[in-house]
């Protein structure tokens, strides 16, 4: 297909969840990121990513500051282990800086207080045990991203599309995003009218008549 516009690349995938994504391909999936919140519609966003080398977290506010609105942060914590870098106040100052969302490859705390701003937040899993002020290496921006799972390893870079709900998290290069566009729109659009024929039967009371038809 032709390049299109990356805004409106963003906008079409919007429309799309990851689910039908996933019927396509598995390149770009992150299997273990999942949502901290119910997500129910799907956040599109270019990556700005993040790469902690110790428990020195500036680069965080750092990138909180020079990112784009509607820009996604994606985090490489998998330094730290089980302790969580991303949180509450954290997801205030993204708020503030109009992001679409946070991915930490790592762990998230102050759970309840991010379920209650609302705000998309991704990760590894949840932790008590948290990052404080340290002298260490510093992170660095716009690095890219080795993301290991098993024997799958995904490189994360900076400009590549996010696509987010609540069945998981692609992470997807402009160019791959462009090829896959009309098949995943073709594959929603039948997937959603079989689904919205089944829902209307279901409603009515009509299932048997439904599948009589078929």
Request: net charge negative; charged share 20%.
């Amino acid at each position: 297909m032709n390049d299109i516009d990356i805004n409106d690349l963003m906008d079409a995938y919007k429309e799309i969840g990851t689910s039908t994504i996933g019927h396509l391909t598995g390149e770009g999936y992150l299997p273990d990121i999942k949502a901290l919140n119910p997500c129910t519609a799907t956040i599109v966003g270019r990556v700005l990513t993040v790469q902690l080398a110790s428990d020195n977290t500036n680069v965080i506010n750092q990138a909180l500051i020079q990112a784009a609105p509607n820009d996604v942060l994606c985090i490489d914590a998998q330094v730290l282990g089980v302790t969580a870098c991303w949180g509450a106040l954290r997801t205030c100052a993204a708020i503030y800086e109009k992001l679409s969302a946070v991915i930490v490859i790592g762990q998230a705390t102050d759970s309840v207080q991010i379920q209650q701003l609302g705000f998309p937040v991704f990760a590894q899993g949840i932790s008590a045990v948290t990052t404080f002020k340290s002298d260490h290496i510093q992170g660095t921006l716009a690095s890219d991203i080795a993301y290991r799972f098993g024997e799958q390893t995904t490189i994360i870079r900076s400009g590549d599309i996010a696509m987010m709900d609540n069945d998981g998290v692609f992470i997807l290069p402009v160019d791959v995003a462009q090829q896959l566009l009309s098949d995943c729109q073709k594959k929603h659009k039948k997937d959603e009218m079989k689904f919205q024929m089944f829902f209307e039967a279901y409603r009515n009371n009509q299932l048997d008549k439904l599948f009589e038809s078929q």
